[in-house]
């Protein structure tokens, strides 16, 4: 059985930073492209970053690029999303995912962590 578990987020202030992880357990992933995705109060889910299998190629949003770094560790099955620079925009529920894809109105994955509360304060 698939799992995935986040942790790492919390409560900070605007230009604070924080890492989020996500373990990857159930088989293994090193195939796999893993991501985030966040979803804010009364808005719809979306794309934050995404890493290839190898961890060789990353894509971001245009609103993180430049704040938002994402790693992987295949050996330990779990991938990271450092955030510096954080706004208060970025306030939303983040959730890792296997094998991510998106457009312009929807977000899709093979699996789904539960979700983890990041909060940023003005």
């Known amino acids: 059985q698939v799992q995935l578990v986040e942790s790492g987020g919390g409560l900070v202030q605007a230009g604070d930073s924080l890492r989020l992880s996500c373990a990857a357990s159930g088989r293994a992933f090193y195939r796999d492209s893993m991501g985030w995705f966040r979803q804010a109060p009364g808005k719809e889910r979306e794309f934050v970053a995404a890493?290839?299998?190898?961890?060789?190629?990353?894509s971001y949003a245009n609103s993180v690029k430049g704040r938002f770094t994402i790693s992987r560790d295949n050996a330990k099955n779990t991938v990271y999303l450092q955030m510096n620079s954080l706004k208060p925009e970025d306030t939303a529920v983040y959730y890792c995912?296997?094998?991510?894809?998106?457009?312009?109105?929807?977000?899709?994955?093979?699996?789904w962590g539960q979700g983890t509360q990041v909060t940023v304060s003005s």
């Open positions: 890493i290839d299998w190898s961890g060789g190629t990353t």
């Open positions: 995912t296997i094998n991510p894809t998106y457009g312009s109105s929807w977000t899709r994955a093979d699996y």
